[in-house]
């Protein structure tokens, strides 16, 4: 079974310039969670899509940040513009469903800011 | 809100030895379910370890185990015989039982060493 693919594994850029993420999750799964985590700390949900709905936002920064998970599949997170407080590893996770079902984790992308 | 406390920032085990690392959790739940997680350099999260709430007996996998105090909102996880390849950062990890927002809530972490 191939695993959560991610894309790209390094990004740089300049603060307020644009970036884009992209996650395959698991053949299958109709959970996916994107979370971000800061040098030195544990990821932190940003958000959680069910199929191709949001079931959690409530921390994703809405002024800077966007996702979307078009047809229930592949999804891309974008950050415009970027801040330097943005740099982080973003990690992909998807499960089979929301229920006792484990998550698995991509590799990630670390984003170095500028 | 949840909050999950690692205390241990860095631990080292020689090689074929046991260690402990310890996770305190903070929850009005009754019903939780709680993981360890292990981050090699290669960045992946890895399952190593997960335990039911609703469960008394601690879980097992190879030479991983817990400590599971439910009262005591502790959860600890301990490794025998140590492995090179143990070496890595530990995330402990809480999930509600909820359906829909399942998220996982992760401490700090503590970065493992194993000394040859």
């Known amino acids: 079974e191939a695993g959560v693919a991610q894309s790209p594994r390094y990004k740089i850029i300049e603060k307020r310039q644009s970036v884009a993420f992209w996650c395959n999750p698991i053949?299958?799964?109709?959970?996916l969670y994107w979370y971000q985590q800061i040098l030195g700390q544990g990821p932190k949900l940003l958000i959680q899509?069910?199929?191709?709905?949001?079931?959690?936002d409530s921390q994703l920064p809405k002024d800077r940040f966007s996702a979307e998970r078009l047809k229930g599949v592949d999804s891309t997170l974008k950050i415009q513009p970027a801040k330097l407080e943005d740099s982080a590893v973003y990690l992909c996770?998807?499960?089979?469903?929301?229920?006792?079902?484990?998550?698995?984790f991509g590799d990630g992308t670390r984003l170095s800011i500028l | 809100a949840q909050t999950v406390t690692q205390s241990q920032p860095e631990m080292s085990v020689q090689e074929a030895e046991t260690v402990t690392l310890s996770c305190t959790y903070d929850?009005?739940?009754?019903?939780?379910?709680l993981f360890w997680y292990k981050q090699p350099p290669s960045r992946q999260m890895i399952l190593v370890i997960r335990?039911?709430?609703?469960?008394?007996q601690n879980a097992t996998e190879n030479r991983f185990s817990v400590n599971f105090q439910k009262a005591a909102k502790s959860f600890s996880l301990k490794i025998s015989d140590s492995q090179l390849g143990d070496a890595a950062m530990y995330f402990c990890?809480?999930?509600?039982?909820?359906?829909?927002?399942?998220?996982?809530?992760f401490g700090t972490g503590t970065r493992l060493t194993v000394i040859p």
């Open positions: 990890a809480y999930r509600r039982q909820l359906a829909g927002a399942n998220n996982l809530f």
């Open positions: 053949s299958g799964h109709a959970t």
């Open positions: 996770a998807s499960s089979a469903g929301t229920g006792n079902q484990p998550q698995h």
């Open positions: 335990q039911e709430a609703y469960k008394q």
């Open positions: 899509f069910q199929n191709n709905g949001v079931v959690d």
């Open positions: 929850t009005s739940e009754s019903d939780y379910y």
